[in-house]
T-cell receptor
């Protein structure tokens, strides 16, 4: 089973602060995704990537940057954090074959912007 | 546009069944998945379908109709522990995977 590890698990920052959320997957998957989830809602796609150096824009990209430095590592950057970015963030990975619908999730990173 | 719609809530009785509906619109359909999510935890994969028809996986079965942009997840012989949120996810072009808001299933004794 794919292993996806996120850090930090919890983070509190001030408005205007700089935050980096990290994600590492160890099953050599091509695709990695960043989602945010707010109370009572499903997951909304922020950015995703199909390999090192690649970045695809998701549905709610404003205020977020992302970088895929290696096949294993995908980072989400909030350079000027705002209270509206208080959320639970999930990273996920998947392979690019016919089973590519299976997303393997990390445990989530809870971010609070005060 | 593209989107996934699910009912917010569903209630059923232990020992019976529940059907969670999902409708979607997308350009370039490349499969649909269902996930179970418990409060404060990551979603867990349940089922994946890409062809029309019913896929029977025992406790969970999944139906897909691509022409109608419709799927459902059927849970049989419900147990109290099946109470959770069920998320429908669609894979579109370029492996973009987007989710509905989830259906909160409550199973009563």
């Amino acid at each position: 089973e794919a292993a996806v590890t996120q850090s930090p698990r919890n983070k509190v920052t001030v408005t205007g602060g700089n935050v980096t959320l990290s994600c590492r997957q160890t099953n050599s998957h091509n695709y990695m995704y960043w989602y945010r989830q707010d109370t009572g809602h499903g997951l909304r796609l922020i950015h995703y990537s199909y390999g090192a150096g690649n970045l695809q824009i998701g549905d709610v990209p404003d205020g977020y940057k992302a970088t895929r430095t290696t096949q294993e590592d995908f980072f989400l950057l909030l350079e000027l954090a705002s209270p509206s970015q208080t959320s639970l963030y999930f990273c996920a990975s998947s392979d690019a074959d016919n089973s590519g619908n299976t997303l393997y999730f990390g445990e989530g990173s809870r971010l609070i912007v005060v | 546009g593209q989107g996934v719609e699910q009912p917010d809530n569903l209630m059923s009785v232990e020992g019976t069944f529940a059907r969670v509906n999902c409708t979607y619109s997308t350009s370039g359909f490349n499969g649909l998945s269902w996930y179970q999510q418990r409060e404060g935890h990551a979603p867990v994969f349940l089922s994946y379908v890409v062809l029309d028809g019913l896929k029977d996986s025992g406790h969970f079965s999944t139906f897909l109709s691509r022409s109608n942009g419709y799927s459902y997840l059927l849970l049989t012989e419900l147990q109290i522990k099946d109470s959770a949120s069920y998320l429908c996810a669609v894979r579109a072009n370029n492996n973009r995977i987007f989710f509905g808001d989830g259906t909160q299933l409550v199973v009563k004794p």
